[in-house]
Nanobody, 128 residues
Framework: QVQLVESGGELVQAGGSLRLSCAAS????????MGWFRQAPGEEREFVAA????????YYADSAKGRFSISRDNAKNTVYLQMNSLKPEDTAVYYC?????????????????????WGQGTQVTVSS
């Protein structure tokens, strides 16, 4: 079973930037698409961004387009989320997740149930 460990979350002022990292165990990391989700207090966990197994395709929630960028380094078994122009409404626990390969690209990457492994999350707090 894969283990996913997020890091990089912290308190930042509005307009600032953060880069989140998600380190994965296992030697077949490069075979899986990966995603980032977030969950604010009292809210549902929501999709932020996803990336295909080879990094060729990326997908973003409307709230993330133009501000966030997802990338991966398969040699390091790590996926990243670069977040710029942060807003207070970006405050949440951010989770990375591994996409179940049984789901084809025809299934939306925003579907939570298409991911089968999750990290423990990292807290991002944006102050106004």
């Amino acid at each position: 079973q894969v283990q996913l460990v997020e890091s990089g979350g912290e308190l930042v002022q509005a307009g600032g930037s953060l880069r989140l990292s998600c380190a994965a165990s296992g030697r077949i990391f490069s075979s899986y698409a990966m995603g980032w989700f977030r969950q604010a207090p009292g809210e549902e966990r929501e999709f932020v961004a996803a990336i295909s197994w080879n990094g060729a395709n990326t997908y973003y929630a409307d709230s993330a387009k133009g501000r966030f960028s997802i990338s991966r380094d398969n040699a390091k078994n790590t996926v990243y989320l670069q977040m710029n122009s942060l807003k207070p409404e970006d405050t949440a626990v951010y989770y990375c997740a591994r996409r179940n390969p049984l789901y084809s690209t025809g299934t939306s990457y925003s579907r939570r149930d298409s991911y089968d492994s999750w990290g423990q999350g990292t807290q991002v707090t944006v102050s106004s």
